[in-house]
């Protein structure tokens, strides 16, 4: 039986309309008639509200995740929690991290990456430069954000890398 159809039966059991069953179980109009019309298979927050309101017999329609990290089935509290614990969570966050500077690291000024010089990387616990740094140097030698841009041209060769003592 699908959550639409145990759904339907409990308001004609109870002999209620789907606006009292809403409100029995704290639940929007909207939501209950996303289910009741195959919109939607309800996510985990409203099946707990069904559990706790109408009884055990919604646990069934509870959807279960595999952990992303530890490969445990777990039961999410929201559509996209990818991981079943802080510690699996946490461990998640530093492998996209890894990721992103990897898949980031190819320009390249002054021997570091952007990801080390900003310290966006795992390796560098101190940025060399701060972005509004970065930004101040950029301004006050060149004025006009389009001066600046071209100037950046210009600094992966030099001059402005010695402006900003990174050499
Ligand atoms: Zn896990």
Same mark, same amino acid.
């Given at each position: 039986m699908t959550l639409a159809e145990r759904i339907i039966g409990i308001a004609k059991e109870r002999n209620i309309s789907f606006a009292e069953l809403g409100r029995i179980a704290g639940i929007e109009r909207t939501t209950i008639s996303m289910i009741t019309t195959g919109k939607s298979e309800g996510g985990n927050p409203t099946i707990k509200r069904l559990v706790e309101a109408f %009884?055990?017999?919604?646990? &069934?329609?509870y959807q279960y995740a595999t952990c992303k990290q530890c490969g445990e089935v777990f039961l999410p $509290? /929201?559509?996209? &929690?990818?991981?079943? /614990?802080k510690k699996c969570s946490k461990k998640n966050a530093t492998e996209i991290s890894v990721r992103w500077s990897k898949s980031h690291s190819t320009r390249t000024v002054s021997g570091l990456t952007d990801s080390q010089r900003f310290g966006w %990387? !795992?390796? #560098?616990?101190? !940025? $060399? #430069? /701060?972005i509004p740094e970065y930004n101040s140097v950029a301004r006050e030698e060149y004025g006009s954000y389009g001066q600046r841009g071209a100037a950046e041209r210009v600094a992966q060769s030099g001059t402005m890398r010695e402006s900003m003592g990174l050499v």
């Open positions: %009884g055990d017999e919604f646990e &069934q329609y $509290a /929201s559509g996209n &929690q990818a991981t079943c /614990s %990387g !795992p390796k #560098v616990k101190k !940025p $060399a #430069v /701060s």
